[in-house]
């Protein structure tokens, strides 16, 4: 690693690489994938939503899913740490806005996981769930300094307790769920990184008196990228999409080929089910779902604490659409993405990846 490259320490956890891949919910960052980045040095993520969906438990009547869930957290985490070395380090991402984010949040905590990523609102509970585990380092996903503030005095004053490194997100360029409240707001320049790293380092620096890593993330690709942030003052960076589509990722070929042949005008801003604006690939689906044509499978898992398609049916069940990308189903799934989609041209491998990046 270049001397000039920061070292990143999120609480006791130190990886080989300031770099952490980012959680790609319903099994894209599942454990082959997240294990095999801790294994070559950086932080492997498992994103914990939707990991049951194909799991044989959930096909049997007496479990329901969210039950099935926590066991399927747990078995994630043990097969991503049995893929790394002993030195690796497993990251869970967990989103605030899923019914049973609580609970996952303590499996994940349960199942040995070293640090929670928390995203997709503001995790103002976190330090509650994983009390019984104060080696877990928590991580939330903000977009501005004033998420950070916001979270941090509120963890300071209710449980005494500050956040361990701050991954922020630019809404520009991130993939699936984004941090801003509507589509006009992703754009928004306050929140490019090279507005909000800067802030929100000053924010740790002059506020909170602390030292803790603040990481990138959002259209990284490069090491010319990399550099670029760490201009800015961050100390690692977070990247999903290159990672989506690796041998070890843990999507299906054909998801992988949908990355591959993606062109940029293919890439779009749909109002996603949660709520929150959401970036993915232009495909039949969302093509008619842009139009106004909406079709939708049952909903299966009631995953989502608030969800327009459970309440009204005017848009669709995420978690099936989601499923549908997953295991394949170009027709009818959702494929989220990031902006830097349209540079994926081939499979890769884990370790090339990073080899690129930092050797």
Request: glycine share 8%; charged share 25%; net charge negative.
């Amino acid at each position: 690693m270049n001397t000039s490259t920061p070292v990143l320490q999120i609480g006791k956890y130190k990886p080989r690489y300031p770099l952490i891949q980012g959680g790609m919910g319903v099994d894209i960052s599942g454990p082959r994938l997240a294990g095999n980045v801790a294994k070559y040095g950086g932080i492997g993520t498992i994103a914990s939503v939707g990991l049951a969906h194909d799991s044989p438990l959930f096909a049997i009547e007496k479990h329901n899913y969210f039950d099935v869930n926590e066991i399927v957290v747990k078995e994630a985490v043990k097969k991503a740490k049995d893929i790394a070395d002993p030195e690796g380090i497993i990251a869970v991402n967990c989103m605030v806005a899923l019914t049973d984010y609580d609970r996952q949040v303590r499996a994940a905590a349960e199942g040995g996981a070293h640090i929670i990523i928390s995203g997709a609102g503001l995790p103002l509970r976190l330090p509650d769930y994983t009390k019984d585990f104060p080696d877990v380092a928590l991580v939330p996903i903000v977009s501005s300094a004033k998420a950070a503030s916001l979270i941090t005095r509120h963890w300071e004053k209710k449980y005494n307790r500050l956040p361990d490194a701050f991954v922020v997100e630019e809404p520009a360029t991130a993939g699936g769920h984004l941090g801003a409240t509507t589509i006009e707001q992703v754009y928004d320049p306050s929140l490019r990184l090279e507005k909000a790293i800067p802030d929100v380092v000053r924010y740790v620096q002059d506020e909170m008196k602390s030292d803790i890593p603040v990481i990138a993330a959002g259209g990284i690709w490069d090491k010319n990228d990399i550099e670029r942030v760490f201009n800015l003052g961050a100390k690692g960076v977070q990247m999903g999409t290159r990672f989506a589509c690796t041998v070890e990722g843990d999507a299906s070929d054909r998801f992988k080929q949908a990355f591959i042949d993606a062109k940029e005008e293919d890439v779009v801003l749909i109002h996603s089910p949660a709520g929150l604006p959401g970036r993915a690939i232009k495909n039949p689906f969302v093509a008619k779902y842009l139009e106004g044509e909406v079709e939708s499978k049952p909903c299966f898992a009631n995953c989502l604490s608030h969800c327009r398609y459970r309440k009204t049916r005017e848009t669709f069940c995420i978690a099936a659409a989601l499923v549908d990308a997953q295991v394949g189903n170009w027709e009818t799934g959702l494929f989220f993405c990031g902006s830097n989609v349209v540079k994926v041209n081939k499979v890769e491998r884990v370790s090339d990846i990073i080899s690129e990046l930092f050797e």
